[in-house]
């Protein structure tokens, strides 16, 4: 299944997704009990935690990495994160959509 569009942006076109230094992981699968989205996976041979989707990975998420005792995980800079949300018109659209739904969102 394709996932979702991320404010008007399609999720493929976004550079996003954790990487594991596999010599730094020690295999306590903190990442892959804790990612809601089931980015990662557990690999029993070598007990080490593995992407295994990593398009589900929420733009901008980094918990699995912030949560990681070892800093054994990885992302793209934010900055290239911001780059393609001004490139592909996300600002745009995100200020677009809360004025679409301002009952929902207003005070």
Do not use: Q
């Not at 996003?16 to 699968?29: N, V």
């Not at 994160?81 to 004025?99: A, P, Q, R, T």
């Amino acid at each position: 299944m394709k996932p979702p569009d991320w404010h008007g942006l399609p999720r493929e076109a976004i550079s996003w997704h954790p990487t594991i230094e596999p010599d730094l992981c020690i295999g306590c699968g903190i990442c892959v009990l804790g990612c809601g989205p089931k980015v990662f996976s557990f690999d029993y041979e070598t007990n080490k935690s593995i992407v295994i989707e990593p398009i589900e990975c929420k733009a901008g998420c980094v918990t699995c990495a912030n949560t990681c005792p070892i800093h054994a995980i990885g992302f793209p800079s934010l900055s290239c994160l911001h780059k393609m949300m001004k490139e592909g018109g996300v600002i745009k659209h995100s200020i677009k959509e809360l004025k679409k739904r301002k009952n929902e969102f207003g005070i």
